[in-house]
């Protein structure tokens, strides 16, 4: 008993009515029939000390995602030994919204059409709470049947004819309507009321996303009452009112976010928080008008729904997303995400396995960034059963190493600067030109260049930056006055700066500027306006690279044009216009303007040279700046990052390789020598380093499904030791294998690791 009184002290839970024994005694008690939960573990190796809240120590989440069809057939006592083999400490279960899982007695409130008497929710509320389980209870709330719409027609959204937006036969809530505001939190009170979960998590809770504009009489009502104007008919970025219309919609996520807390928090404790889930895509989060930033500053843990790779995300997205949302939310904080053990993506095949690999290497990616794991089936049985291996080997070995992978902070020198305004006003409808690739491309170079770095949202740049030799901004068009300024102090205190392409011509609010806004730093300015949203821009960022160059200048060589020593031109791809140079940059690159590929008679250049610069450099020191140290700055009008994104060529690779090592001079804190595409992580913990080396090196690393795991190695290894750490002691906590006597000199702890399967961690203590 006395342990039992812990756990509700630990976990805020009212939920201490009667106990029952066996799985068996719980599966047919009545609805309503509570059981008080186990002690979740609070072994040394959890995530925090003892009394800390649950959301702060559960790290390995499951979840069958529940079908109609499943409460006959859904043999709970089969899913708790699997919780038991894959140390699963917390379930994601369905409960309520469209389809309620339990005996709901809301009106409307639709149950699941097999459920007959079986309390489901109930069921397995009451199982995982005896094996010490915490429960998030999973809705999914932004649709339901025609018998609810046929009741209530004005709660949901609606175009400008009247005609309501549908998803396949299920009819779209308004946010701004009763649903969300009278129906959803009966719901939600109903559910902590009988069951005590842990808390509460929702699949699609953000209502109609950006592609669809709600013309219901309480969106009109409120959008009148906040901006004073009627709403807008059509997408129109240049519209005053359909700006103000993207902001409105931004702010009521927010408004729900906080009111659902207070709804869960009254009726289910102090702990019993509500998340919904978020994407691991800015541009997603985007279209559906979730504010990454302002949620984060809200919420107690993230759930994150990105549940598989991208063709062009690759495996390597999952470790960057995690620090992302880590730099918002705090290190301090988890971030579960769902990974689909089923084929997810191109093409989804929902009831079969993910081959193992795949699932393997997405989860090892995600532990690199700090992501809690959380394994996701459909579905109660399968006649594909391979899936259920997928987790199994990734769970046992975090569950034996978790100390090593919490309660630490990443160790960097570059970072990687991010806005969701940037997202928003400089993509706009062209995410994946604009914003998306040039990110996508600098982040590709640091990964093949084994340089560790860090996610940076413009905003935390003073409070993040404090550690940063290098901050490069992949065409961050959108950059406010107090952004730009904080990019000075940074200057200033001897941060180098690395920016590509449209970098700071729009205002915070997407308005155009005449000037770049760090055209001092950047030595280079416009000769003439420029529209970033007019046919000669877009041209610019057309989905097809240009027959064009850039000329390597002559004389002496910069040395950021090493191992380009044999050729006097790069390919480009992309299009410039003249800039005015400040005296004292200097221009290691010109453009060379387009000219036919075919037929290739005709291929030959018809202006060879022009002055138009698609690199200019910056040295502080030798300018003769006053700053704390030497800051270094590189801009490129030539948007050498959207090209590699887009083609992958290694000359635009090694090329901007080059330029983040000139610009960190001498100041990036690991290399790692060897063949192979390897994503380096490094964390520092109170008195050891962690890194992490992911391997990437397979046949089909742009291509999903991924069959095969190629070993690769050895790698020469170099870590800059910080104080307090002698590294004088190494662990390989993956293969185990010895790494022997390290070489520690002037700082640097050197050492080899012979050979990498999937991934290893290097614990230097």
Request: hydrophobic share 35%; proline share 7%; net charge neutral.
């Given at each position: 008993?006395?342990?039992?009184?812990?756990?509700i002290?630990?976990?805020?839970?009212?939920?201490w009515?009667?106990?029952?024994?066996?799985?068996p005694a719980l599966a047919?008690?009545p609805a309503?029939?509570?059981i008080?939960?186990?002690?979740l573990?609070?072994s040394?190796n959890?995530p925090?000390?003892?009394?800390a809240?649950?959301?702060?120590r559960?790290?390995?989440?499951?979840?069958?995602n529940?079908?109609?069809k499943?409460?006959?057939?859904?043999?709970?006592?089969?899913?708790r030994?699997?919780?038991?083999r894959?140390?699963?400490?917390?379930?994601?279960?369905n409960?309520?919204?469209?389809?309620?899982?339990?005996?709901?007695?809301?009106?409307?409130?639709?149950?699941?059409?097999?459920?007959?008497?079986?309390?489901?929710f109930?069921?397995l509320c009451?199982?995982?709470?005896t094996?010490?389980l915490?429960?998030?209870?999973?809705m999914?709330?932004?649709?339901?049947h025609?018998?609810?719409?046929?009741?209530?027609?004005?709660?949901f959204?609606v175009d400008?004819?009247?005609?309501?937006?549908?998803?396949?036969?299920?009819?779209?809530?308004?946010?701004?309507s009763?649903?969300y505001?009278?129906?959803?939190?009966k719901?939600?009170?109903?559910?902590?009321t009988l069951?005590h979960?842990e808390?509460?998590?929702?699949n699609s809770?953000s209502?109609l996303?950006?592609d669809?504009?709600?013309?219901?009489?309480?969106?009109?009502a409120?959008?009148?009452?906040k901006t004073?104007?009627?709403?807008p008919?059509k997408?129109?970025?240049?519209?005053k009112?359909?700006?103000a219309?993207?902001?409105?919609?931004?702010?009521?996520r927010i408004e729900l976010?906080?009111?659902n807390?207070?709804i869960?928090i009254?009726?289910?404790?102090?702990?019993?928080?509500?998340?919904g889930?978020?994407?691991g895509?800015?541009?997603?989060q985007?279209?559906s008008?979730?504010d990454?930033?302002?949620?984060a500053?809200r919420?107690?843990?993230?759930m994150?729904?990105?549940?598989?790779?991208?063709?062009?995300?690759?495996?390597q997205?999952?470790?960057?997303?995690?620090?992302l949302?880590?730099?918002?939310?705090?290190?301090?904080?988890l971030?579960?995400?769902s990974m689909?053990m089923?084929?997810?993506?191109?093409?989804?095949?929902?009831?079969?396995s993910?081959?193992?690999?795949?699932?393997?290497?997405?989860?090892?990616?995600?532990l690199?960034?700090?992501?809690s794991?959380w394994?996701?089936m459909v579905g109660?049985?399968?006649?594909?059963?391979?899936?259920?291996?997928?987790?199994?080997?990734?769970?046992?070995w975090?569950a034996?190493?978790?100390?090593?992978?919490l309660h630490?902070?990443?160790?960097?020198?570059?970072?990687l600067?991010?806005?969701q305004?940037?997202?928003?006003?400089y993509g706009?409808?062209n995410?994946e030109?604009?914003?998306?690739l040039?990110?996508?491309?600098?982040a590709?170079?640091?990964i093949?260049?084994?340089i560790p770095?860090l996610?940076?949202h413009?905003?935390h740049l003073?409070?993040d930056?404090?550690d940063?030799?290098?901050?490069?901004l992949?065409?961050l068009?959108v950059?406010?006055?107090?952004q730009?300024?904080?990019?000075?102090?940074?200057?200033?205190?001897?941060?180098?700066?690395?920016a590509t392409?449209?970098?700071?011509?729009?205002t915070?609010?997407g308005?155009?500027?005449?000037d770049?806004v760090l055209?001092?730093?950047?030595?280079?300015?416009?000769e003439?306006p420029?529209?970033l949203?007019?046919?000669?821009?877009e041209?610019k960022?057309a989905?097809?690279a240009y027959?064009?160059?850039?000329?390597?200048?002559?004389?002496?060589?910069?040395?950021?044009?090493?191992g380009?020593?044999?050729t006097?031109?790069?390919?480009?791809?992309g299009?410039?216009?003249?800039?005015?140079?400040?005296?004292?940059a200097t221009t290691?690159l010109?453009?060379i303007?387009?000219?036919?590929?075919?037929?290739?008679?005709?291929?030959w250049?018809?202006?060879?040279?022009?002055d138009i610069?698609?690199?200019?450099l910056?040295?502080?020191?030798?300018?003769?700046?006053?700053t704390?140290?030497a800051?270094?700055?590189?801009f490129?009008?030539?948007?050498?990052?959207r090209?590699?994104?887009?083609?992958n060529l290694?000359?635009?690779?090694?090329?901007l390789?080059?330029?983040?090592?000139w610009?960190?001079?001498?100041r990036?804190?690991?290399?790692?020598e060897?063949a192979?595409?390897?994503d380096?992580?490094?964390?520092?913990?109170?008195?050891?380093?962690?890194?992490?080396?992911?391997?990437?090196?397979?046949e089909?690393?742009?291509?999903?499904?991924l069959?095969?795991?190629?070993?690769?190695g050895?790698?020469k290894?170099k870590?800059?030791?910080?104080?307090?750490?002698t590294?004088q002691h190494l662990?390989?906590?993956v293969?185990?294998?010895?790494?022997g006597h390290?070489a520690?000199?002037?700082?640097?702890?050197q050492f080899?690791?012979d050979r990498?399967l999937?991934?290893?961690?290097?614990?230097?203590g």
């Open positions: 008993m006395d342990s039992r009184r812990e756990f002290k630990k976990t805020g839970s009212a939920a009515l009667l106990t029952t024994g066996g799985l047919g008690a309503g029939t509570l008080r939960p186990a002690p573990d609070a040394p959890a925090s000390a003892p009394g809240p649950w959301y702060r559960v790290t390995r989440w499951g979840q069958v529940i079908t109609e499943d409460p006959p057939q859904y043999d709970i006592a089969w899913w030994d699997y919780w038991r894959t140390n699963t400490r917390g379930i994601i279960a409960s309520g919204g469209i389809v309620a899982y339990y005996p709901t007695k809301i009106p409307l409130h639709k149950r699941s059409e097999f459920l007959g008497d079986r309390d489901l109930g069921d009451r199982a995982a709470h094996d010490g915490a429960v998030f209870a999973r999914d709330s932004n649709r339901a025609e018998e609810f719409y046929q009741a209530h027609p004005d709660w959204a400008p004819a009247g005609k309501p937006y549908r998803a396949a036969d299920l009819y779209i809530a308004c946010i701004n009763p649903y505001t009278e129906h959803l939190p719901v939600l009170r109903e559910i902590a069951y979960p808390g509460f998590t929702d809770w209502g996303g950006r669809s504009i709600c013309h219901c009489r309480y969106c009109k409120s959008f009148r009452d004073g104007f009627d709403l008919t997408a129109n970025w240049e519209d009112v359909y700006r219309w993207l902001r409105w919609n931004y702010d009521r976010w906080d009111f807390n207070k869960t009254e009726a289910g404790g102090p702990d019993c928080i509500w998340s889930m978020n994407s895509s800015i541009s997603g985007s279209r008008f979730r990454c930033k302002r949620i500053e919420a107690e843990i993230i994150l729904d990105d549940q598989a790779r991208t063709d062009t995300g690759g495996f997205h999952n470790g960057e997303i995690g620090k949302y880590h730099g918002l939310l705090g290190w301090e904080k971030i579960p995400e689909a089923y084929q997810a993506h191109k093409p989804w095949f929902r009831l079969a993910k081959p193992e690999p795949e699932a393997r290497m997405w989860m090892v990616e995600g690199a960034g700090g992501i794991l394994w996701h109660a049985t399968h006649e594909d059963k391979r899936m259920h291996h997928n987790p199994e080997a990734i769970y046992a975090e034996a190493h978790e100390e090593f992978l630490r902070r990443p160790v960097a020198a570059v970072g600067a991010w806005t305004e940037n997202t928003d006003w706009r409808d995410t030109e604009r914003v998306d040039p990110w996508r491309g600098m590709g170079a640091l093949r260049a084994r770095y996610p940076v413009l905003d003073d409070r930056g404090k940063l030799a290098v901050l490069i992949p065409d068009a950059i406010s006055d107090e730009a300024q904080a990019i000075r102090r940074f200057v200033e205190k001897g941060g180098s700066l690395v392409g449209n970098t700071g011509l729009l915070g609010d308005e155009p500027r005449t770049f055209a001092d730093l950047f030595g280079a300015h416009l003439h420029r529209s949203f007019t046919k000669p821009t041209e960022m989905g097809e027959h064009t160059y850039l000329r390597i200048a002559t004389g002496d060589r910069h040395p950021v044009l090493k380009f020593e044999e006097d031109i790069l390919p480009f791809g299009l410039l216009d003249s800039l005015r140079v400040d005296a004292g290691p010109t453009f303007p387009q000219f036919p590929t075919y037929p290739p008679e005709k291929a250049m018809r202006v060879p040279r022009t610069p698609g690199m200019i910056r040295d502080t020191a030798a300018a003769g700046t006053h704390a140290r800051s270094r700055i590189a490129l009008p030539a948007d050498i990052d090209q590699y994104g887009r083609s290694p000359d635009h690779g090694d090329l390789k080059n330029i983040i090592h610009a960190g001079n001498g990036i804190p690991i290399t790692v060897g192979g595409l390897i380096t992580h490094l964390y520092r913990q109170e008195n050891r380093l962690v890194l992490h080396l992911v391997n990437l090196t397979n089909n690393t742009w291509r999903q499904s069959h095969e795991l190629i070993p690769v050895p790698f290894v870590v800059r030791l910080q104080k307090g750490i590294g662990r390989a906590l293969s185990e294998q010895s790494i390290p520690v000199a002037d700082g640097w702890c080899t690791v990498i999937d991934h290893e961690v290097v614990v230097i």
